[in-house]
């Protein structure tokens, strides 16, 4: 099983605000980075799940536009990465004035399960 949550969450926020990993951020705002950090889960010695914490850090111009970005971000995740495959669920958004540079954190829980489709393809291979 290939961790495809990042690529998940590139396309999911497609549209609504630029998203790079955390060392890729610009100066242009607004503009959004993340970091994830995640782990296998095993069951009989093959991974079944991938999960732990996807942090994304919306950087604005104006506070108003951090929570308006923000909940924009919400609505794509929630979107795109609440199926049979992706699962996630906020569990801390922040705001920070770091010297006019607006910031707004959200903090996720996020899994990525290996699905019956999957499943059924890696036996395939695996044949």
């Known amino acids: 099983m290939t961790e495809t949550i990042s690529t998940a969450l590139i396309a999911a926020l497609e549209g609504t605000i630029a998203i790079a990993q955390d060392q890729d951020g ?70 920070y004035d770091d010297n006019g540079k607006y910031q707004r954190i959200l903090e996720y829980s996020v899994a990525q399960v290996l699905t019956a489709q999957q499943t059924q393809s890696q036996t395939q291979s695996d044949s």
């Open 26 to 95: 610009t100066e242009d705002m607004p503009y959004a980075v993340y970091t994830l950090d995640v782990s296998p889960s095993y069951v009989k010695g093959k991974v079944y799940k991938i999960s732990g914490v996807l942090t994304v850090r919306i950087y604005a111009a104006s506070a108003s536009q951090a929570l308006t970005l923000s909940d924009a971000v919400e609505a794509a995740i929630e979107l795109s990465m609440q199926n049979a495959e992706y699962r996630t669920r906020v569990t801390s958004a922040t705001s």
